[in-house]
């Protein structure tokens, strides 16, 4: 079922000389787990603020085409609305915390919506739990650590119960052990909840065994879409400004050595090349 | 040459970020402060310039102490990028913000013209001279932060968590730009958690956990320690994961060039 569409989509944004997306064509199905790469300033954060509404509602600009979240066109349904569907979670979670305890922060959005108020303290228990981190509860905002405060602030967003989770560079400010925390908490969303990932990142490694879609973007363009093991073994995504795991330099250039492309797949993961290795080793 | 002396820093909320630092770096060393948030990195960093000033112990730059001098006049010699570079700009273009220090520093306003035109060049911002910084991207924002620290020319360069929100390819200017200055003689002085880039760049490592130095070596010596980065909440390079894995190979925990590794591990096949 397709959940998320754009069609034609350009967008630019007022004062800028440049087209920011171009020609976006996109169809998202319910469960997909997407990875949205490119270098910086390519159009990835561009192309998700379309899909909450922040695109054209908050953002001036000219817009060409529509998008369509859950079947609403964005041009007429509020931010507000929207977010029900498609929830947003920003690289700096410190710009979207605000309140004096976690569960404050995470009850707000449903406050604002006026949910009576037992339903709001079921969302809000859900979101906590199913985030782990249902000691924080009482605790202020501003004494959690960077990794704790975006599992926050994507309580906050679940607790709309959305059916798409938009996020945009989510780990950038984390340590690496935070970082794959988190990305374990992302990957259950999906394939426990069901709810499709749209996710904007640099560092690929982590997310690419998990991810169903791989899109690239370059100069507001899609360039490449599909499946992220055949996208990284007929392309060289390097010039895109997408990083390569390591793993997948030496798969391939264990290919060129042994000379035999077809037994080797495409190892995502350390675990996949090792597994392809030893195989080999005892076969 | 910059040395540490038994430092412990003592934030004014009680929480000790600095417990016991004993470090030299020579002149013209590339060093990496790891360690997960909170480890301390940033607040070292901040003793070097003068901004945090040790609650106890001491800190000396070429051997004048911390505590017997300022900001501004430190400042001459130590260089630091912040992590968040918006933070540093204020003025309304981006080519007056690079003047602003070096005015500040009383340059002759010829030199001054000179070294904005190099930095508005070396870093490709050229044609947002006269934009206001904050209508930057964040990685554009990441590369003027960092040349206005280049334009006065700073004995010693800190850069704290420099690869935050930059791409491969900004990455990969970012160690070519690392290592250039470091041509010149500059000292470099990088916190960051990115395995990745560190590994590529390959210096001396300082592993801090909790405030204290817990490791001191090469690359290769603390970042194929996987049982101490583990502990220190970081995750080893992928390379060095893959080796640490293919023992039934032979292989030993190492850190090479992704091709380098593909050519052994055929050898090892065959």
Known sequence: MTILETSNLWFKYSGGSEWALREVNLEVSEGEFIILAGRSGCGKSTLLRCFNGLIPHFYDGEMIGYVKVCGLDTREHPPYVLSQYAGMVFQNPDNQLFALTVEADVAFALENLSIPRDEIRERVDWALKIMGIEELRDKSPLELSGGQKQKVAIASILALRPKILLLDEPTSSLDPYSAKQLIDTIVELNQKYRITILIAEHRLDMLLPYASRLIIIDNGRIVLDGNPREILEKNDVVSYGVSTPRVVKVATQLKKVLGDSSNLGTPLSVEELVEIVRRRRYQ | ?270
């Not at chain 2, 904005?116 to 991207?137: G, H, I, N, Q």
Request: aromatic share 6%.
């Open chain 2, 1 to 270: 040459m910059i040395v540490f002396e038994n430092v412990e820093y003592v934030y004014p909320n009680g929480f000790k970020a600095l417990n016991g630092i004993n470090l030299e770096i020579e002149s013209g060393e590339i060093i990496a402060l790891m360690g997960e948030n909170g480890a301390g990195k940033t607040t070292l960093l901040k003793h070097l310039n003068g901004l945090l000033k040790p609650t106890s112990g001491r800190v000396l730059i070429d051997g004048v102490d911390t505590r017997n001098s300022t900001v501004a006049s430190l400042s001459r010699k130590v260089g630091i990028v912040f992590q968040n570079a918006e933070d540093m700009f204020f003025s309304p273009t981006i080519s007056e913000e690079l003047a602003f220090a070096l005015n500040n520093f009383n340059f002759p306003e010829e030199v001054v013209k000179k070294r904005v035109e190099w930095a508005l060049k070396f870093m490709e911002l050229e044609e947002y001279r006269d934009k206001s910084p904050f209508l930057l991207s964040g990685g554009e924002k990441k590369r003027l932060a960092l040349a206005i620290i280049l334009a006065w020319s700073p004995d010693i360069i800190a850069l704290d968590e420099p690869t935050v929100g930059q791409d491969i390819l900004q990455k990969e200017k970012m160690i070519q730009i690392i290592k250039q200055a470091n041509q010149q003689g500059k000292t470099i002085i990088i916190s960051s958690h990115d395995v990745e880039f560190i590994a590529d760049l390959n210096p001396r490592i300082i592993l801090m956990s909790r405030g204290r130095i817990v490791k001191d070596g090469s690359a290769e010596e603390v970042l194929t320690d996987i049982q101490l980065l583990h502990e220190c909440r970081l995750i080893p390079p992928q390379i060095v994961s893959l080796t640490s894995r293919l023992d039934f190979l032979g292989f030993k925990p190492k850190l090479a060039r992704p091709e380098e590794v593909a050519v052994e591990i055929a050898r090892r096949l065959r």
